[in-house]
């Protein structure tokens, strides 16, 4: 079947190029056919959304949870279609859709972490920031990632965040390694509400729910002295554009209890979902794992 991934590669390759290119209204409205589509086909991602909906949204009604589910959809297929000119594009047309309102100075070389939750915008927040570092002589951004399942798209990937200076750093990187990054005073993206596995993973409440959470924020700020402000990238009331707002340091930020500051960094991205519910990643299982005895939540 090497023949056949290879040509889908291909073509997937190409669909990104052409769309890169094509005029951004007509994108979105691709996108958003797309996520229709999505809505609307039987699939095992489609159960996940709605399982984690009506986990964290129990007081919606039937209907309600239906528009959300279709709205978070659309959202999901347009930013799919984008990430063609978020990859692919030029600086300038990254930055025509994304604009970055920050409450840091940027550039001024402290060591930081920019903890950026799971929204449709992410990729956009993250490549608008490297575009403006590489114009301004700022220092890079790094992002934390994880390995994909397709290598050719694992390594195009990289590339493609890569190529206005920043760096991809694989999560199982050395920790060395990732806090000279940081005390250099490069831009760390880390996206935390993610469930990776039980190492360095604590249960602490995430919608009233135990939910598996890396701690890894809580252990890189306290061993690299890093400040931690939230990132998130979210539609303009036109809805077309982003804006990726940088919030100032997290007060009192890390302490020395790891898993009190994992609970409170899921509190604070909570916080924002809630605000833009349709624009979070439902489609991960964000509640993959449980705690020991307690039975699964996709089943």
Same mark, same amino acid.
């Given at each position: #079947?090497?023949?056949?991934? =290879? ?5 997937? *390759?190409?669909? !990104?190029? +052409? ?20 809505? /609307?086909?039987? =699939? ?6 709605? @399982? ?19 709205? /978070? ?24 859709? +994304? ?41 890079? &951004?790094?992002? !934390? ?11 195009? #990937? ?13 999560r199982q990187s050395r920790l060395r390694d990732l806090i000279r990054e940081i005390q250099t005073g490069n831009f760390i993206f880390i996206a935390p509400d993610i469930d990776l596995g039980l190492r360095d993973s604590v249960f602490v409440p995430?919608? &009233?729910?135990?939910? =598996? @959470? ?5 252990? $890189?700020?306290?061993?690299? &002295?890093?400040?931690?402000? !939230? #990132?998130?990238?979210?539609?303009? *009331? ?18 020395? /209890? ?38 699964? $939540?996709?089943?």
């Amino acid at each position: #079947m090497t023949w056949l991934q =290879n040509g889908l590669n291909f073509l997937a *390759l190409n669909l !990104l190029r +052409v769309f890169a290119f094509l005029p951004y209204a007509f994108t979105i409205r691709v996108g958003y056919g797309l996520g229709w589509l999505a809505a /609307h086909i039987p =699939n095992e991602r489609a159960k996940v959304v709605k @399982t984690n909906l009506r986990l964290c949204f129990p007081d919606l009604s039937e209907e309600q949870m239906n528009a959300l589910t279709l709205e /978070h959809w659309k959202l999901f297929g347009r930013s799919v279609i984008e990430r063609s000119r978020i990859w692919l594009g030029s600086g300038r047309q990254i930055t025509d859709i +994304v604009t970055i309102n920050s409450a840091i100075t940027l550039g001024d070389r402290k060591p930081r972490l920019l903890i950026n939750p799971h929204f449709v915008g992410l990729e956009g927040g993250f490549m608008a920031l490297s575009v403006l570092a590489s114009q301004h002589d700022w220092p890079r &951004g790094a992002g !934390l990632y994880q390995n994909m399942k397709n290598p050719f798209f694992n390594q195009k #990937m990289i590339q493609w965040r890569n190529r206005f200076g920043g760096k991809s750093i694989e999560r199982q990187s050395r920790l060395r390694d990732l806090i000279r990054e940081i005390q250099t005073g490069n831009f760390i993206f880390i996206a935390p509400d993610i469930d990776l596995g039980l190492r360095d993973s604590v249960f602490v409440p995430f919608f &009233g729910i135990q939910t =598996n @959470t890396i701690t890894s924020v809580s252990r $890189l700020a306290r061993l690299s &002295g890093a400040e931690v402000c !939230l #990132m998130t990238t979210t539609l303009n *009331l036109d809805r077309m554009g982003y804006t990726c707002n940088i919030s100032a340091p997290l007060p009192n930020f890390p302490t020395d /209890h790891v898993e009190a500051d994992t609970a409170r960094l899921n509190k604070y991205i909570e916080e924002l979902v809630r605000a833009r519910p349709a624009e979070y990643y439902w489609v991960h299982k964000r509640f993959k794992h449980r705690p020991p005895g307690d039975p699964s $939540l996709y089943n």
